[in-house]
């Protein structure tokens, strides 16, 4: 079974709309947390990482979440624009261990 | 560009027949991954090397796959005999262990088709 269970698998939103993804882990020691993006046939480029200590990290318009109790996280993307079209992977770590876990991934589509 | 490069981008070739994948890691980082990745999956881990040590094969990796790192930098996956199931996308990362969270930086992927 994964460790990183995404949801949902896919979804579609109009251009300028927000939407939230998210993230069960079991992954334990827990180390942090990332979520990656990644265009259609490219490699996933990293947008947030926070540790056990941290709840909150932004960047531009994409929040992400992490409560390290309940072993979830969660990205919001705000007023979403045609070019966040893309797969989003949350990617944990374990302490002290370089490999890394993988969800399957939440497909986002905007459209206009 | 700094970031990780991979070569060729994209690979069609017949089954049975050899590939090698070629991946430069960013300049400064010792860490470097090879993973694969099948649509609508995330990456899975099949190697990784510190400098030129390979220090870990995952069981994804039999006996046609093999991945060098001669000289520390540069990252060369070979696969032979290849069969239609290997047809994925095959991504390499590198990361630098003197960073406190060791972020895996991507290259852009290597989509090989098996026809």
């Known amino acids: 079974k994964n460790q990183v269970e995404q949801s949902p698998q896919s979804l579609i939103i109009l251009e300028g709309k927000n939407c939230t993804l998210q993230c069960n882990y079991t992954v334990s020691p827990f180390s942090n947390l990332r979520w990656y993006k990644q265009d259609t046939g490219r490699g996933p480029v990293s947008l947030t990482i926070m540790t056990f200590s941290e709840n909150t990290k932004s960047n531009g318009r994409y929040t992400a979440t992490l409560d390290a109790d309940t072993k979830q996280s969660s990205l919001h993307i705000t007023a979403s624009q045609l070019s966040d079209s893309a797969s989003y992977i949350c990617v944990v770590s374990a302490r002290n261990d370089y490999k890394l876990s993988f969800g399957a991934g939440t497909t986002v589509t905007v459209r206009a | 560009d700094t970031g990780v490069s991979q070569n060729p981008r994209h690979k069609i070739t017949k089954r049975g027949q050899n590939v090698t994948f070629r991946c430069d890691p960013i300049?400064?980082?010792?860490?470097l991954y090879w993973y694969r990745q099948t649509l609508g999956q995330g990456p899975e881990f099949l190697t990784y090397?510190?400098?030129?040590?390979?220090?870990?094969k995952s069981r994804l990796l039999s006996d046609r796959f093999s991945a060098e790192r001669p000289k520390g930098s540069f990252s060369t996956l070979e696969i032979q005999r290849t069969e239609q199931g290997d047809s994925a996308m095959y991504l390499c990362?590198?990361?630098?262990?003197?960073?406190?969270?060791?972020?895996?930086?991507f290259g852009p992927g290597t989509r090989l088709t098996v026809l």
């Open positions: 300049s400064e980082h010792n860490r």
């Open positions: 990362a590198s990361s630098s262990r003197l960073a406190s969270t060791d972020t895996q930086y």
């Open positions: 090397f510190q400098n030129e040590a390979q220090l870990e």
